[in-house]
């Protein structure tokens, strides 16, 4: 999995590459998510903080769907898949 900031995202999506967006929960950081895109080749990238290769961990839900919408999407995917639910 690749990494790119908002910048390169935009600059992917309003060419076309940029297929859908995917907010997932952050590895090893609870209560914490991240964002990832899917490419039209299929690979995933995933958001890094401006200028840096440091994956952005996103501390709520209205602000990893906020970079969604900065991007250019309309709409995402919410993954639950490893969220622990008791």
């Known amino acids: 999995m690749a ?12 060419v076309g590459v940029l297929q ?25 990238e995933h958001m890094t903080v401006a ?3 440091r994956q952005k961990i996103y501390k709520s839900l209205d602000s990893a769907v906020a970079d969604v919408t900065r991007v250019g999407f309309k709409s995402m995917k919410l993954s639950v898949a490893m969220l622990n639910v008791a």
Do not use: H, N, Y
């Open 20 to 44: 859908e967006a995917i907010i997932a929960p952050a590895p090893m950081e609870a209560g914490s998510w991240i964002l990832l895109v899917q490419k039209s080749d299929g690979t995933l």
């Open 3 to 14: 990494a790119m900031d908002i910048q390169s995202m935009r600059s992917l999506f309003d």
């Open 51 to 53: 200028r840096s290769k």
